[in-house]
């Protein structure tokens, strides 16, 4: 019997998995809703908010046609509240819907869920640990926006050190070719030591840089990342890392032509919303996208392709 299709994390996809990811993505963005899982159900199990993740899911799920169970805040209003293991919660849910979307504030958290889940867990963020299907929908937008993937320079800006989308998207980015990464965070946000390893290991050049400005006209992309305040457990740290960058009409004018500018979202300031204006602001296109490329990881994971 095939394996049951988890998305647990970014080192677990190959270049051509991609490939033919995007290219269902393509198709679902001009057909828009496809009936393909009538009938079918997705419990959508988040432990902490989410707009982006959570939203587009469920309408994934409806735009092809399946249905959808949820909690507003499992922390709260699930039997989490009362005790429950995730492993047990996970077990009981996969009595009632077909695959299950979760994110938790723990490392680990949709590792330990595939563990003992009957049906697909797809990770939608597990604390300061990952974000595969954030890092897809990342990669998709790199490579409609810029029309490859190898020979990107891409700075990933902000919070490094907890930020789950960048370390998914670093593992992304290292499978291709000739990719150089530049690293600009406060001195309480660099990014952590295993992924520097595993990038070095892969031959990604890498840099550290503290000044935005200086590299803005060097990359083709910059990443942008909010400081989680919610992940820091000494305030006095968080405060001086806050406000350490910020791109404004100004400085985003040193950038070239061609390049973009993505956020993950939430922002919280280190965007002015000034810079929307600018055809290098890709990050309302690149939540968009999360739409078409969670059908396509809804449709995998039921095993409707590949
Ligand atoms: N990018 C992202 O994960 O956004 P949400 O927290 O709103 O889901």
């Known amino acids: 019997m095939e394996a049951i299709r988890h998305i647990v994390e970014s080192q677990q996809f190959d270049r051509e998995f991609l490939a033919?990811?995007?290219?269902?993505?393509?198709?679902?963005?001009?057909?828009?809703?496809v009936k393909a899982l009538d009938g079918t159900t997705m419990a959508s199990l988040f432990y902490e908010p989410s707009t982006r993740t959570r939203f587009s899911f469920e309408a994934a799920m409806y735009r092809l046609g399946g249905n959808v169970i949820t909690t507003e805040n499992a922390r709260e209003f699930s039997s989490f509240a009362k005790g429950e293991s995730i492993e047990d919660t996970i077990q009981v849910l996969g009595g009632y819907a077909d695959?299950?979307?979760?994110?938790?504030?723990?490392?680990?958290?949709?590792?330990?869920?595939?563990?003992?889940?009957?049906?697909?867990?797809?990770?939608a963020g597990d604390g300061a640990g990952q974000h595969p299907t954030q890092a897809l929908l990342d990669l998709y937008t790199l490579q409609q926006r810029l029309g490859r993937l190898d020979g990107l320079k891409v700075a990933m800006v902000g919070d490094l050190r907890y930020g789950r989308t960048v370390r998914s998207l670093?593992?992304?980015?290292?499978?291709?070719?000739?990719?150089?990464?530049?690293?600009?965070?406060?001195?309480?946000?660099?990014?952590?030591?295993?992924?520097?390893?595993?990038?070095?290991?892969?031959?990604?050049?890498l840099r550290e840089e503290t000044d935005l400005d200086r590299t803005l006209?060097?990359?083709?992309?910059?990443?942008?990342?909010?400081?989680q305040k919610e992940r820091f457990l000494d305030l006095n740290e968080y405060a001086r890392a806050a406000d350490a960058y910020r791109l404004t009409p100004?400085?985003?004018?040193?950038?070239?032509?061609?390049s973009i500018i993505m956020h993950p979202l939430p922002r919280v300031g280190e965007i002015d919303p000034e810079v929307d204006k600018d055809p290098r602001a890709a990050y309302f296109d690149q939540a968009k996208n999360g739409l078409w490329i969670r059908m396509a990881l809804i449709l995998y994971s039921l095993k409707h392709w590949g």
């Open 170 to 205: 670093a593992y992304l980015l290292a499978k291709y070719n000739n990719v150089e990464l530049i690293f600009v965070a406060p001195e309480v946000c660099q990014m952590h030591h295993d992924i520097v390893s595993y990038l070095k290991g892969q031959g990604v050049a």
């Open 217 to 227: 006209g060097q990359v083709d992309c910059v990443y942008m990342t909010r400081i």
């Open 20 to 33: 033919e990811l995007f290219q269902k993505s393509d198709e679902l963005a001009i057909l828009q809703r």
């Open 99 to 123: 695959l299950i979307v979760m994110r938790h504030s723990e490392i680990g958290a949709a590792k330990r869920a595939a563990e003992v889940a009957r049906v697909p867990i797809l990770n």
């Open 250 to 258: 100004q400085n985003v004018s040193r950038m070239a032509a061609g």
